[in-house]
């Protein structure tokens, strides 16, 4: 051994290849002059396994290589072991019995003489679990005694553990106990000057070994008064005012949760661009008064002082909290609120909740922060999904760059609003199609800016974004109630773009045709451009969107459901392309798909019209009380983020095609906004994810008349250049005009 270590350190002063050489050599030396010790080894492939409801068997890899013991952890008397030992690896099998009752599990121990794993079994049963506080807030008599709350519990596990924090006075509660259905709750009496609050913790653990917990917000009284003072809802709005003010007085109110705790219940603020408070949507609950004739949207101080639930009938002290007054629309907001401020709670079914069942035109701004009913609406852009962005810039990719998107809905009086889907929502983007049909929709109310769609119509960015005076917010997929087909709608297409169709080279016209129908034509006036690559033969050249419906994610590439458009032949557009959604962030291709058409070529004409887009169709036999347009567009480009395409649109109506002739035109509407694209290192609160979806009411003059002519052009020279909204004049030829759908609709 000596002798080795004076050769190391001769060697110190050679090479240091030759150092690693001899130190493996003196290494081996020690080692072979140890005592060598088999390795132990034992493990498992899998750590939990999940089986099905229905008898069956199952088995897991064991990795081990002396004799190894298998047992039964737990008792059990439904599953059984097919292997008791094992010598080495092996796959170790087990059969398990149909289970008609509760889910439920076990474990299985692997055991050598040195070492033990185990491996948990767990099995779906035929019925469901559930632990429900029927009350999470009460308020117990000052004099003491018990109180008794009833519960849901449906488990084999009927035992529960309580835990008591007092949040204001000496301890109080006595014991908290489970009798039956219900919760007894016994407290000494109240013998002080104020109200004492305290929250008891129940915790119950299901067949899979889960922990749930519910919280009870309990108070009780004082004895020598502090009672509060009952208000109303139409007597609380009296008191506010445009400036938040504390409400000082020990008021109650008392009334029905309609919208909470939900990814789509509130609006995700954008701070700033790049951060999103996402904690705005858990703070916020909406509440409305027992007639269902006003509401507030209340916000709690923290997402864990939002306590409430969904369909409960609620009592809240509202002592301490902030009331507000918004104007145009007027609407109302308590702030600031805690849940110790929740005095009772009684969990009611969706069924007692006041219905509300309203046309579009009918709505007032009382109804603002109630929930409502829209009666006979239809989602009129036939493709994409709940929010067809490009998701590289949503939290989906940790961008936070936008909190939600709009889409159109209508009805069959012809209004129209938008539709607000958050990102947080955990069903806009699933693969699932938007119904083509008319049905309900409900939600919550409310009055929402959004200035990627207009942001230019205040004089302080605050009030910049009015995309309506009224908008909804959907809280579950089931509130989209509508009919899957469009057989069973309350609307007729005329004429439908949902991707750029077009015959090949055989076109002298340069046109595109409908994709539903064969009703006209479709085009760009600038005559000396010309786009023949990729088989086209047009005036227009085909482009990319982001309807491509989902799921996104980086773990979720590839098309698989395609981009919800289903052709009358059966078939499913765009299923196939291998294009689309490459990247996960649900854009589509832009030759293969082509599900959008794209021009820069926004010249003036020598007469000084702006070249167009123009359509053509018919209304030959068509006699409705509704018509309408509806037109989703973007300017689609950027370069080193200058857009330079042109902000103000216009769209008019001719009977004769004569684009140079102004007198045959007229107005469909005032001047209209198309949003620039989002360019990702310079990105603008007023750039857009997606197209800006728009309906335009169409005059009764165009019926029945062999030829209709629409044009859509730029209203004026305005355009951005990537740091403002409008502050440049636009560049012909430079950036690009996009559309992705167009249709004419009329009433059956």
């Given amino acids: 051994m000596k002798k080795n270590m004076k050769i ?14 001899l130190a493996f050599t003196t290494s081996c030396s020690l080692f072979d002059d140890a005592q060598y010790k088999e390795l132990d080894e034992l493990g498992l492939k899998q750590k939990q396994i999940t089986v099905s409801r229905d008898e069956g068997s199952s088995s897991v890899d064991l990795f081990c290589n002396k004799h190894c013991d298998i047992s039964l952890l737990d008792s059990c008397d439904w599953l059984k072991l097919l292997d008791d030992a094992a010598q080495a690896d092996k796959k170790v099998r087990f059969a398990y019995m149909y289970n008609d009752s509760y889910p439920r599990m076990t474990r299985i121990l692997f055991a050598t003489a040195t070492r033990k794993d185990t491996l948990t079994v767990l099995q779906e049963g035929l019925l469901e679990e559930s632990f429900v506080l029927k009350n999470s807030s009460v308020v117990v008599a000052e004099e003491g005694g018990e109180t008794r709350i009833p519960i849901v519990l449906k488990s084999d596990n009927r035992v529960l553990s309580f835990e008591v924090k007092y949040l204001n006075g000496d301890a109080w509660v006595t014991s908290c106990d489970l009798s039956g259905e219900t919760l007894s709750i016994r407290t000494e009496a109240n013998g002080g000057n104020e109200m004492r609050r305290a929250r008891i ?5 299901d067949g899979w070994g889960e922990t749930v917990t519910r919280i009870l917000q309990i108070a009780q009284s004082s004895a ?36 909470t705790r939900n990814g789509n219940a509130g609006e995700c603020f954008m701070e700033e661009m790049g951060y999103i408070d996402y904690d705005s949507n858990e703070t916020t609950v909406y509440i409305e008064s027992l007639d269902g004739r006003y509401g507030f949207r209340l916000t709690t101080l923290s997402p864990e002082d939002n306590l409430f639930e969904q369909n409960a009938k609620v009592t809240i002290l509202l002592e301490g909290a902030s009331l507000k007054k918004s104007e145009n629309p007027e609407r109302y907001e308590i702030l600031d609120v805690t849940s110790p401020m929740i005095i009772s709670s009684e969990q009611m079914e969706a069924s007692d909740i006041p219905s509300k069942a309203l046309y579009m035109n009918e709505l007032q701004d009382s109804d603002i922060y109630t929930r409502v009913c829209l009666r006979d609406c239809e989602i009129p852009v036939r493709k994409g999904c709940l929010t067809p962005v490009n998701e590289g810039y949503t939290m989906l990719f940790g961008a936070d760059k936008f909190a939600k998107y709009p889409i159109l809905i209508r009805d069959i009086r012809g209004s129209s609003m938008y539709m607000f889907t958050n990102m947080t929502c955990s069903y806009r983007r699933t693969g699932e199609m938007l119904p083509y049909g008319s049905g309900s929709i409900s939600g919550i109310l409310v009055h929402e800016k959004y200035r990627p769609f207009n942001d230019n119509d205040a004089p302080d960015e605050a009030g910049c974004g009015n995309i309506g005076r009224y908008q909804i917010r959907h809280l579950s997929k089931e509130d989209i109630a509508l009919d899957p087909s469009s057989e069973n709608g309350f609307s007729a297409l005329l004429t439908e773009y949902r991707y750029m169709k077009h015959p090949g080279e055989v076109n002298p016209e340069g046109y595109i045709y409908p994709t539903y129908g064969n009703n006209g034509w479709f085009t760009h006036t600038r005559e000396s451009y010309w786009y023949t690559k990729n088989g086209f033969h047009t005036k227009c050249w085909p482009n990319y969107d982001h309807s491509y419906l989902g799921p996104c994610g980086s773990s979720n ?6 981009l919800g ?10 299923l196939t392309d291998p294009e689309t959604n490459s990247d996960g962030k649900g854009r589509t291709s832009s030759v293969a798909a082509a599900p959008s058409w794209t021009s820069t070529q926004w010249y003036k004409r020598p007469s000084g019209q702006y070249e167009a887009w123009l359509v053509n169709f018919s209304t030959k036999g068509i006699h409705t009380d509704c018509i309408s347009m509806q ?3 973007m300017n689609i480009q950027q370069t080193d983020g200058k857009a330079l395409s042109p902000r103000y649109w216009k769209a008019q109506w001719s009977l004769e095609p004569d684009m140079d002739n102004a ?3 007229t107005d469909i509407e005032d001047v209209f906004t198309v949003p620039d694209i989002v360019y990702f290192a310079n ?37 951005s250049d990537g740091y403002g909204y409008d502050n440049v004049k636009f560049v012909a030829g430079t950036s690009q005009n996009n559309i992705n759908y167009f249709a004419i609709r009329y009433n059956k």
Wanted: aromatic share 10%; proline share 4%; hydrophobic share 40%.
């Fill in 663 to 665: 007198s045959v035109w």
């Fill in 565 to 574: 458009i289903i052709l009358e032949d059966g078939s499913n557009y765009g």
């Fill in 8 to 21: 190391v350190d001769m060697m110190k002063k050679t090479s240091g290849f030759a150092l690693v050489v």
């Fill in 631 to 633: 037109l989703s567009m």
């Fill in 557 to 562: 590439k590839g098309n698989i459901n395609g």
């Fill in 224 to 259: 020598s008064g502090g009672a509060s003072i009952q208000i109303s809802f139409e007597q609380l709005r009296t008191l506010a005012s445009t400036t938040p003010s504390t409400i000082v007085e020990p008021y109650a109110l008392t009334a029905y949760v309609v919208g």
């Fill in 683 to 719: 990105t603008l609160l007023s750039q857009c994810t997606g197209h800006k979806q728009m309906n335009f009411a169409l005059p009764a003059e165009i019926l029945d008349k062999d030829n209709v002519y629409i044009r859509i052009f730029p209203a004026n020279d305005k355009g």
């Fill in 201 to 205: 913790f129940v915790r119950w653990t």
